[in-house]
């Protein structure tokens, strides 16, 4: 079984910067956003996928607004 994380450990690291950024959390999120909508729309929930992919074009443009701006 995998050991539990200390929640107070990782406050303390989101708070020193240590969390790799906002540019990382949005390129995760773009990520995860994908493979999600690759499987609503391999299973043709069509308007889920929409809305995943939409958040997805979001996270995109973050992460394109960070590197611009770093």
Do not use: W
């Not at 990382?24 to 493979?35: C, I, K």
Request: hydrophobic residues 35%.
């Amino acid at each position: 079984m995998p050991a539990r994380r200390d929640r107070s450990t990782d406050l303390r690291s989101e708070q020193r910067g240590e969390d790799g950024g906002a540019e990382e959390a949005a390129a995760f999120v773009a990520e995860t956003l994908l493979n999600l909508t690759t499987i609503c729309h391999r299973h043709r929930f069509e308007t889920l996928g929409y809305l995943l992919d939409m958040a997805r074009m979001e996270a995109d443009g973050l992460v394109r607004t960070h590197r611009k701006s770093g």
